[in-house]
């Protein structure tokens, strides 16, 4: 005989749990019963039945969880009953730091959002910002744009398979797709000088030109590139371990994907074709010869070849970028990256000097030796920043993880009045519930890699 425990861990800075009291089995070991905290309603149900049930966390530090997501998780066995999903423990308060930076700052927040996949942040933040300006960033910045989206993209999904199959035990699956992702990092260091958290997208158009040669080390790196995603098939598409794990486990269907909001590869892997690239295109997309993969079977393992076809989608669309880049490039003349405004336009031009990235020596010549006029101007607008036009906007894009949403609302100042974003991994978290409940402890963790989610967008 033993006595039913309707236990849980709760992290005491937010919640409290009460122990009722002490019991001791047959066996002279102390049993504890303990309610509170947010399920204590629910272990007062169980109690009420009859029922045996088991409370869980799955994190927030559960490093199966793609950061600090928590999940509390009502068992019946093996088999989950219930599953609810804790956010918040990452929160940066993003949205609101943005009201109190210029326009021009505000890049630098939203690009720590997602931080797998900052461009996408940078891009839409930007093309909101524009479209209140009321102007277009130059072709050549489009251009840049794009390719780095498509780089991100790609990058974004090897860390979704790797970590997924690093959760799954499979070590090699993640370093393989780490690897590969480390040569698409080595050129977003050779555009911005960073591997993440680049704010190199500005408002109307770019921080600098990409250096000479970019093309170049993207069309080298792609053979290697493909040998990691070549050796990450091999590991993943005919592994029985792999397929047992995620064939049929997180089954969502259409209906339900479109009910909760999913977008992205969990939307795609229930057979519909919908990408905003595609639907409602932006910076040129529709110039670009791609097509949006889809599946059917709407589960884990669909959802990891589905990204594996994006990937190749994706590096289309790169060699095509880079080939109306030679274009330009050989066509000579001037390709500004930067709209000709200078009330908008910073007015420092970023060059590399022998200490690194920074001011061109020919700024800092005109500010500190020429010109009073031009000193005035540039620390006015860097301090200060340009004024933005009254109004409202929203902008969305297609994110690595789905639709990325941002609604921009101007009073007038030089700093956004609202900022808010509609982010795919906290939408598409809502269906974290719908993927598990039913299915096995196990699937929890398959269903949340499937997903995708990082905590960072989540809890912005």
């Not at 993003?94 to 021009?104: A, G, H, L, S, V």
């Not at 911005?192 to 680049?198: F, I």
């Not at 969990?266 to 949006?292: M, N, Q, W």
Request: glycine letters at 10%; one cysteine or more; charged letters at 20%.
């Amino acid at each position: 005989m033993s006595t039913t425990h309707h236990t849980e861990r709760v992290d005491s800075s937010t919640e409290s749990t009460f122990v009722d009291g002490v019991e001791e089995d047959l066996d002279g070991a102390p049993s504890f019963t303990a309610h509170g905290g947010d399920w204590a309603q629910i272990a007062e149900e169980a109690a009420r039945l009859g029922e045996e049930r088991i409370v869980v966390n799955m994190g927030p530090q559960h490093p199966s969880t793609h950061g600090v997501l928590r999940l509390v998780i009502e068992l019946d066995g093996e088999t989950v009953r219930e599953a609810r999903v804790g956010i918040g423990y990452l929160h940066t308060g993003i949205e609101k730091n943005m009201e109190f930076r210029t326009w021009t700052q505000g890049v630098t927040f939203c690009t720590r959002m997602d931080y797998v996949a900052p461009f996408f942040q940078e891009v839409a933040y930007c093309l909101g910002v524009e479209k209140l300006l009321g102007i277009e960033a130059p072709e050549r910045a489009t251009l840049v744009r794009v390719l780095l989206m498509e780089l991100q993209r790609a990058a974004s999904h090897l860390v979704a398979i790797g970590t997924g199959g690093n959760e799954l035990g499979a070590t090699t699956i993640m370093t393989e797709a780490f690897t590969g992702r480390e040569e698409i990092l080595r050129i977003f260091e050779l555009v911005s000088g960073l591997r993440m958290n680049h704010a190199y997208i500005r408002p109307g158009g770019l921080a600098q030109d990409i250096p000479p040669g970019t093309t170049a080390a993207v069309r080298e790196m792609m053979p290697r590139f493909f040998q990691y995603v070549g050796h990450l098939h091999k590991l993943i598409d005919a592994n029985p371990i792999m397929k047992g794990r995620a064939v049929g486990v997180g089954y969502l269907p259409l209906a339900t994907a479109m009910s909760l909001g999913t977008t992205g590869p969990i939307l795609r892997s229930a057979g519909l074709p919908f990408d905003l690239r595609k639907h409602d295109p932006y910076c040129g997309y529709e110039t670009y010869d791609f097509t949006v993969p889809t599946s059917t079977n709407a589960d884990a393992f669909d959802r990891i070849q589905l990204r594996f076809d994006e990937i190749d989608q994706s590096m289309r669309i790169v060699e095509q970028v880079c080939d109306r880049i030679d274009a330009q490039d050989k066509a000579g003349g001037s390709h500004p990256v930067m709209v000709d405004d200078p009330a908008i336009r910073w007015p420092a031009q970023l060059a590399l000097g022998p200490d690194g990235q920074g001011t061109s020596a020919a700024h800092i010549r005109e500010i500190m030796g020429h010109s009073m006029e031009s000193l005035i101007h540039h620390f006015k607008l860097v301090t200060e920043g340009f004024r933005v036009p009254p109004g409202q906007v929203f902008v969305d894009i297609e994110h690595a993880k789905g639709n990325l949403g941002v609604h921009l609302v101007s009073d007038g100042a030089t700093r956004p009045y609202r900022a808010h974003f509609r982010e795919p991994s906290f939408t598409n978290l809502q269906s974290l519930a719908a993927m598990c409940e039913g299915g096995q402890i196990a699937d929890v963790v398959v269903a949340v890699a499937s997903i995708d989610p990082v905590l960072g967008g989540v809890d912005r």
